[in-house]
């Protein structure tokens, strides 16, 4: 059965459109006003392809296909729409057109599936507007507490309730989903390194998804005039944070295992050029294939920050968030070896070094994912880029996997 290329890459260039900062990647925020464009543009193929569309509390969306079996689950596909700034155009959305598509071979094949099948495109994977990542995931699963979704903020103090209204959501309607409406889901993604296209293979089949942490540290001195405040009376917090700052890839290194520690963002306060900086706001990122490697990371990380807290300095660690190392579905794995043999689609089995939702639904139901090559490696960039030919090829085994899991007649 042909997919359609041509309309994935249709998808794929109408959706980059929805970006904060043209010519210089997508930058596509959490209930922004290009979050609205691009939902919108999502909710409208969804009613196109025959689906009935809904959203919760948290501005999730999905479509539904509904079952010849009575309140029976629903197979799951799709990934996020949200992207980090000056990322790419496939990230998260390549899952989310994939979705789509299979969907519109549901609907033109007019199939009649037992179970349901709904596509499900997710917000706040990334974290770049609230910070923690994973959110649209958690809260499905109700590792998120409608409590603490509703004290996130993001950097200008507006809370997650007070965007959403903004761009006419609405956060008071259901939120978490419970476990015995999902039967399965899967997610497509970019492998966003470079095994796959290094192999020449233009499938990977995710057996294991990193363990990954993220921290955010706050190091508070005293505000002070650049140029009348001798060095020896000075409590500079950017200072001290360079100090730590410098010392985290060791940590990493010494760990070993493959685990990777980064600081990707960081805030300076009153972030004067004449002042002597009074607080600064890091996040610390580490990931590894092993528990032990995470936590040996955390607490070493805690030790080399407790140890600059002198001087007038005070130092503090917040875990925003914390995911276990995941072993994705044996069945679902297998069922996705066998349909890229069937369809005569080269694979390999691979680890995933990226979070992804997938992770956060293994908690709750039978997990598959895969992916497609990531030319040169890059991503979270604007040279981000896949071929249509590999995404066209993950769309097949997908669709096959999801006939197999709604058990079309």
């Not at 917040?318 to 070896?337: A, F, G, H, T, V």
């Amino acid at each position: 059965m042909r997919m359609s290329q041509q309309r994935m890459e249709s998808h794929i260039n109408a959706l980059s459109a929805f970006t904060s900062t043209p010519d210089k990647g997508v930058t596509r925020l959490t209930y922004s006003k290009e979050d609205l464009q691009a939902r919108n543009y999502i909710k409208g193929k969804m009613k196109e392809y025959g689906l009935s569309v809904s959203e919760d509390g948290f501005g999730n969306i999905f479509g539904k296909f509904e079952g010849s079996l009575k309140d029976a689950p629903s197979v799951l596909i799709g990934s996020h729409f949200d992207s980090v700034p000056n990322g790419g155009a496939y990230d998260g959305t390549a899952g989310v057109v994939a979705g789509l598509e299979v969907a519109a071979l549901f609907s033109e094949n007019q199939l009649k599936p037992k179970y349901p099948l709904e596509i499900i495109a997710m917000v706040e994977e990334e974290g770049s507007r609230f910070g923690g990542g994973l959110m649209g995931s958690r809260g499905i699963i109700g590792s998120l507490s409608a409590d603490d979704f509703k004290n996130l903020k993001d950097k200008d103090g507006i809370s997650t309730e007070e965007a959403m209204s903004k761009i006419g959501l609405d956060s008071s309607l259901a939120k978490e989903r419970k476990p015995n409406t999902i039967k399965a889901f899967l997610e497509l993604h970019i492998e966003q390194g470079p095994i796959l296209e290094e192999k020449n293979l233009p499938i990977g089949v995710v057996e294991a998804i990193v363990g990954l942490t993220q921290l955010e540290v706050t190091i508070e001195g005293r505000a002070g005039h650049a140029g009348t405040t001798p060095m020896d009376r000075r409590s500079d917090a950017l200072v001290i944070a360079a100090k730590i700052i410098s010392q985290l890839p060791d940590l990493a290194i010494d760990e070993g295992e493959g685990t990777v520690i980064t600081t990707g963002r960081l805030e300076v306060f009153p972030n004067g050029a004449n002042v002597i900086p009074e607080k600064v706001v890091f996040s610390v990122d580490i990931r590894s294939g092993k528990e032990e490697n995470v936590r040996n990371t955390i607490q070493n990380t805690i030790e080399l920050i407790q140890a600059y807290s002198e001087n007038g300095i005070r130092t503090s660690v917040e875990e925003l968030l914390y995911i276990q190392p995941k072993e994705l579905n044996m069945d679902i794995r297998s069922l996705l070896k066998q349909e890229s043999s069937r369809l005569e689609i080269p694979y390999c089995s691979i680890n995933s070094g990226a979070g992804h939702d997938a992770m956060i639904f293994s908690d709750v139901t039978n997990v598959g994912m895969i992916f497609i090559p990531s030319k040169d490696g890059l991503s979270h960039c604007p040279e981000e880029w896949s071929d249509a030919r590999h995404l066209t090829n993950g769309v097949q085994i997908l669709f096959e996997a999801a006939k197999n899991l709604t058990e079309v007649g």
